[in-house]
Each structure stands twice: as structure tokens, then as C-alpha cells.
């Protein structure tokens, strides 16, 4: 059985969790935080990131290649295209959504969860970058009911986690709505989180959020304490 080492309190564990569900895997959580620099968890994930799986042939970390790694072996339901374009054209929304907006959003992740001081400079940064990721996105995705195609992709599964933190940062440091302006990207999210996969995972990473941010802030001091 596949362990899948994180928590559900992390957009990244979150995505790959979705993909674990609608492809019925069986799977077991193993809850590790963030921040583990243990060395028997960094020879599963060197990076020491979450999230992280076991599988019969070993260990695999970074999201997105967990999630082909799993369409390469559990490939039924079909989460890619078939033709090669058509799972470039996904891997593209996937990497558009993480570099522009999670990535950008992730800058504030600090002063959110662990109430460090504002980042002045990524303050003036983020909102136009991730204004500029979600235009991008908007053009480039379909206005049906997925974001690729017609029918569920990874592009859904890992851009609406991608989106959802990116909305909790706009939300909470510059009080933006950011899909407000995108009608369709709004109504695709909406949309998605009545998803029955959608609100099991969400629903557990609400859950988890309380002991995520306690143990982030209790990190935080004890690391303050041996400064
Ligand atoms: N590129 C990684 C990013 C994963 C990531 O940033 N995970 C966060 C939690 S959401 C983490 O483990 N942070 C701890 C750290 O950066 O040391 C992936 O795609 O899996």
C-alpha cells in the first residue's frame, strides 16, 4: 500500500491526495510536518518537503511527479489527455498555476501562518505577478467545465489547490478577491469545491489547520529560543 507522508494542511500533500482518491488507490497517511530534517525522512524526500510517497519501489517527493508517477501506474480513471499535446497543454496549466500564483502567494506563507514581519518587497511583488498568472490562465484555459477537455485532468486537480491557497494570501494580506475578475476561473472553483473528492480533502486539511499553525509556531519559538 502506498504511504503518503504530509499533511493535510499542505496544498501540495492535498493535490496528490485528490489524485490518490479519484484513482481509488489505496493509500495510508503518514502525518509529518514540515520542516522535518530528520534523516531517515530526508532519505525519502532529500528536500525534506511534504509531500512524500512509499511505494513497493521506493520513495518519490515533488508533487507533480508523484502525480505522473501515478498516472504511469494506475492509469484508469485517465487524469492526462491521451495525445501528447493535449498532456503538454495540461502540464502547462499545472505549471502555470504553481510558478505564477502558488509560488508567488507562498512568499506571505510565513507571515500568515507564523506571524513573521511583512516582506515589504514581496508586497509590492506578488499581487501583480499572480494578477498576471491568472490572466494567463483564464486564456489559456477552456471555458467548459474543466479547465482541459472535457473531462477531469490533473489540470483541475492541481491548479484548484494551487488557486486555493493563492485565494486564502490574496484573501488575508491584500483583502482581494482574486478570482472576482475571472468569471469563468470563478465559476470552475466554485464549481469544483462541491466535487465530492474536493470537500473530503478539504474538509480534513480544515481539520488539520489549527495543529499545522501551532506546530509552525512552535517551531518558530523554540527556534527563537536558541538564537
Ligand atoms: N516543489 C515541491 C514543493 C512542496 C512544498 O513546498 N511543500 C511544503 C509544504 S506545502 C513544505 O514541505 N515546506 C517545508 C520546506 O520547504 O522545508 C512539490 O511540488 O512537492
Given at each position: ?8 494542511a ?103 501562518v507564523a ?94 489547520m489549527a495543529a499545522f499553525i501551532a506546530h509552525v509556531q ?10
Open positions: 500500500m502506498i504511504k503518503l507522508y504530509g499533511v493535510a499542505s496544498n501540495y500533500f492535498n493535490s496528490v491526495k485528490h489524485a490518490l482518491l479519484v484513482k481509488a488507490i489505496d493509500f495510508t497517511e503518514v502525518e509529518t510536518y514540515t520542516g522535518n530534517k530528520d534523516e531517515s525522512y530526508l532519505d525519502k524526500s532529500p528536500m525534506g518537503k511534504i509531500p512524500c510517497i512509499e511505494t513497493e519501489s521506493g520513495c518519490l517527493s515533488e508533487a507533480t511527479v508523484i502525480l505522473d508517477y501515478l498516472e504511469d501506474v494506475y492509469p484508469t480513471p485517465p487524469l492526462y489527455p491521451a495525445d501528447a499535446f493535449g498532456r503538454a497543454k495540461v502540464r502547462q496549466i499545472m505549471k502555470m498555476a504553481e510558478l505564477y500564483i502558488e509560488l508567488q502567494a507562498r512568499r506571505h506563507i510565513p507571515e500568515v506571524g513573521t514581519p511583512r516582506l515589504d518587497e514581496a508586497f509590492k511583488e506578488v499581487p501583480g505577478m499572480m494578477k498576471r498568472g491568472l490572466r494567463a490562465l483564464d486564456r489559456l484555459c477552456g471555458k467548459g467545465r474543466f479547465l482541459f477537455g472535457e473531462q477531469l485532468t490533473y489540470a483541475d486537480i492541481h491548479t484548484r489547490y494551487c488557486l486555493k491557497i493563492g485565494k486564502r494570501i490574496a484573501y488575508k494580506i491584500y483583502d482581494w478577491d482574486m478570482l472576482a475578475e475571472f468569471e469563468h476561473l470563478n465559476r470552475w472553483y466554485e464549481a469544483f469545491a462541491e466535487d465530492p473528492v474536493a470537500k473530503k480533502v478539504d474538509a480534513e486539511s480544515a481539520a488539520a512552535q517551531q518558530r519559538s523554540a527556534a527563537g529560543a536558541s538564537a
